[in-house]
Structures are given as C-alpha cells and as structure tokens.
C-alpha cells in the first residue's frame, strides 16, 4: 500500500464532513488491510470528549459502516474509503501524545465509527496498544459483527458502548436495514462473561419514541444484569448537511428533536426497569 497523504488525523470534531481520503487504496489492499489488521481507516480522530465513555476521551472514528439508520449523523463513515488509510503504529502514536492527560482525567480511547468491527483486526491491535499504554478502552458498536470477537477478546474492551435502536424486529430492520439479532446476541455474550456495557438508545419522534418498544428493550438491558448506564440520546439535525453533500436521500427532514419530557419519559421507562438512565 503507498503511505498515505500526510493531512491531520485530528478533527475539530465529528461533524467535518471527510470523504475520498482513501479513494486511491485499492479494493485489494483495502481487503489485505482488513485481514492483517496492521492498517485501518480512520474518518478521524477528536480529542477532549466527555460524551463518548467515562472521563474525558480521545475518540477514534473509523470508518465503514454496514447499517444504514435512517437517523445516522455520520453517514460519511459508511464508505470506508471514506476515512483515511493509517498504521496501527500512526494511531497508537497518535494516541500516545495523551495518554498522560487521559489518565489525570480518569478517561481514555473510544473506538466508535461508523462501526468499528467492520474493521476488528485493526481495532483490537490499536485498543491492545492502549491497554499497554494503560488507557482504559472503549468499544461503541451496532454489536452486528459481534460474532468478530472472541471471548478473549472481550479482555482488550474495558467497556462496550452498545447501540440498542428499535426492538421490534421487523422495525429495526426498517430504521437500520439490519436484523437486531446479532446486536442480541453479543450483548448476551458480554452478560455471560460479566463485561460492562453502557447501553445508548437514541431518541428519534415518530421513530423510536413508542413506549412499549422502548420498554422492551429497558427489559432486555436490566436482564442482562451488566448495564450500568443507559444514555438517551436526543436526535439532532447535526449531520443534516452531509446526507445532502453525499447526495443521499434523508427522510428525517423534517423531524424534530424531541422535547426534554419526552427524553425524560424515555429515561424514567429505563429507571421504572431498574437501569440507570440520563
Ligand atoms: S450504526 Fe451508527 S454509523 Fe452505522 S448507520 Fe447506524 S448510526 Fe450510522
């Protein structure tokens, strides 16, 4: 593969639209990458986030993304030629410059994307990476590829961030173009091994507002018995711009955030299950 163009990895925040930044990569070194796990695509990295895991976080976005969530605010890191070709050895140097800071302020690295496991190889060498520096490491997944991690694996995650979108099955495939069972069946994984997931629900009128689904799911997270944290996450019209740069059809519109009793109704559902939720 030839090295790649030297432009900043680090971006003001997620919301920078990125495309083509490895366009000339080859189908066949894109597929190589993926096998070795020694190059990955990153759409970038953000610094200083006190939203993606505990403490203050540096975030790896990597791009690729197999669901298509009618909501998704970031749906340049669908395309993995989308994010930019970089070594294990740039990221985890990369992530080196803070790890000093990420310590003091009790936080570390969130892998998040687009879906990280679309690219498992090169995630779990960059959280190992981490964790050898001792940074506390973080997974932010659709959990659809699940079945990429072994259980041995899991030790590399201190903790997974997992989307839990639609319960109804036939509406999740609606709202993500995807079956939840896979989702299901990593979180029950996770359970089984006693691994801490942070559940995060996203709030969207008209879409996942139903108070019986979302109950479902409340039911599903408490039984699991490893949930400490769900986070209801209100929809925003953040990523508007880029479904409309990338020339894709985006049926949100004219959808509204949802109105802070309606997030607080979602959350009390979450509490009235025993979850801890805000
Ligand atoms: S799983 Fe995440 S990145 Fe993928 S389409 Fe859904 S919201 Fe977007």
Same mark, same amino acid.
């Given at each position: 593969?030839? %090295?790649?163009?030297?432009i900043?990895l680090?971006a003001k925040?997620p919301y920078e639209?990125?495309?083509?930044? !490895?366009a000339?990569?080859?189908? /066949?070194?894109v597929?190589a990458?993926l096998a070795?796990g ?7 990295y ?15 976005w990597t791009?690729g993304?197999?669901?298509r969530?009618?909501y998704c ?5 669908w ?6 070709p ?10 080196? &410059? ?9 936080? /570390?690295?969130?892998?998040s994307g687009?879906e990280?496991?679309?690219?498992h190889r090169?995630?779990? &060498?960059l ?12 997974? =932010?997944?659709? !959990?659809f590829l !699940? %079945?990429q991690?072994t259980?041995? %694996? ?8 997992l989307?839990?979108k639609?319960?109804?099955?036939e509406?999740?495939k609606?709202?993500?173009?995807? =079956?939840? !069972? ?5 979180a029950r #994984?996770l ?5 801490p997931?942070w ?5 969207v009128p008209?879409?996942?507002d ?5 109950? #479902?799911?409340a ?11 769900v986070?209801v996450?209100?929809?925003?019209q953040?990523g ?12 949100? =519109? ?9 997030? =607080?109704?979602?959350?009390?559902v979450?509490?009235a ?6």
């Open positions: 593969m030839a %090295d790649a163009e030297p900043s680090v925040n639209l990125r495309v083509d930044l !490895g000339r990569v080859s189908e /066949g070194d597929r990458a070795s020694d190059m990955g695509f990153l759409h970038s953000t610094t200083g986030s006190a939203v993606d895991g505990p403490g203050v976080r540096v975030v790896a791009s993304c197999m669901w969530c009618r605010h970031n749906p340049d890191t395309t993995m030629r989308n994010g930019y970089v070594s294990v050895t740039q990221a985890s140097e990369e992530l080196r &410059k803070y790890r000093q800071g990420l310590k003091v302020m009790s936080g /570390g690295l969130t892998v687009g990280p496991l679309m690219q090169f995630v779990l &060498k959280l190992n990476a981490a964790k050898g520096m001792g940074v506390h490491t973080t997974i =932010e997944t659709n !959990g !699940g %079945d991690l259980d041995a %694996d899991f030790e590399s995650i201190d903790l997974v961030m989307g839990l639609k319960w109804d099955p509406a999740h609606e709202l993500t173009g995807r =079956e939840i !069972g896979p989702t299901l069946t990593l #994984r359970a089984a091994r006693k691994r997931i559940v995060r629900f996203v709030l008209g879409l996942t139903d108070r019986d689904d979302i109950k #479902r799911i039911e599903f997270a408490a039984g699991l018995g490893v949930v400490e944290r986070e996450l209100p929809f925003h953040m508007r711009f880029k479904w409309k740069e990338l020339g894709i059809k985006y049926h949100l =519109e004219k959808t509204e955030a949802p109105t802070t009793e309606a997030a =607080e109704n979602a959350c009390e979450f509490r299950a025993g979850l801890n939720a805000n």
